[in-house]
């Protein structure tokens, strides 16, 4: 492995893996089949192409809601390299996720399809856009889709540089 540089980001570092180091085993999880590094930037692609397509690009904040998991762990490195990404606990109230949303001002919650029903009202309460993660557990560790019925035009689409606010 090298050095990091200033310059890298998390799309170069994690594309720079999949070069160097594709047959890796990035992302476990139990009776699933691993997640490979060669594999992984596809997954990031993925991400940023469906947060582009609701009007979501770089700068802008999107918290996440969601339990522990692999496709958590792939959403949190999709998001971080192309917005700026805010986990919160997803068994916090209604009333502590709505105070945390005014202070944040995200552009959009992620929750669990089905779960997070507080993460959702809250959300709603404040007009923020809602966006289901739907994990496809028969494939590959941290695989799943990102889903909402919003659309909008982005801004700044593409990866996250180092001039960006995160």
Request: net charge negative; with cysteine.
């Amino acid at each position: 492995m090298t050095t990091p540089r200033i310059e890298d980001t998390l799309w170069t570092t994690f594309a720079s893996h999949a070069k160097a180091i594709p047959e890796v085993k990035a992302i476990l999880a139990p009776d699933r089949e691993p997640l490979l590094f060669r594999d992984l930037p596809a997954r990031m692609m993925e991400v940023r192409d469906a947060l582009n397509g609701f009007g979501i690009g770089r700068g802008d904040i999107v918290v996440g809601v969601l339990p522990g998991g692999p496709e958590t762990a792939v959403c949190l490195v999709g998001v971080a390299a192309c917005a700026a990404y805010f986990p919160l606990d997803p068994n916090l109230t209604e009333g502590e996720l709505t105070r945390y949303l005014r202070r944040i001002n995200p552009k959009a919650v992620i929750v669990a399809e089905g779960e997070a029903q507080s993460a959702r009202r809250a959300a709603d309460g404040l007009g923020i856009m809602t966006i289901d993660l739907i994990a496809r557990t028969d494939q590959p560790s941290g695989t799943f889709k990102l889903e909402s019925r919003s659309s909008a035009q982005c801004d700044l689409p593409g990866w996250g540089t180092e001039a960006d606010t995160a």
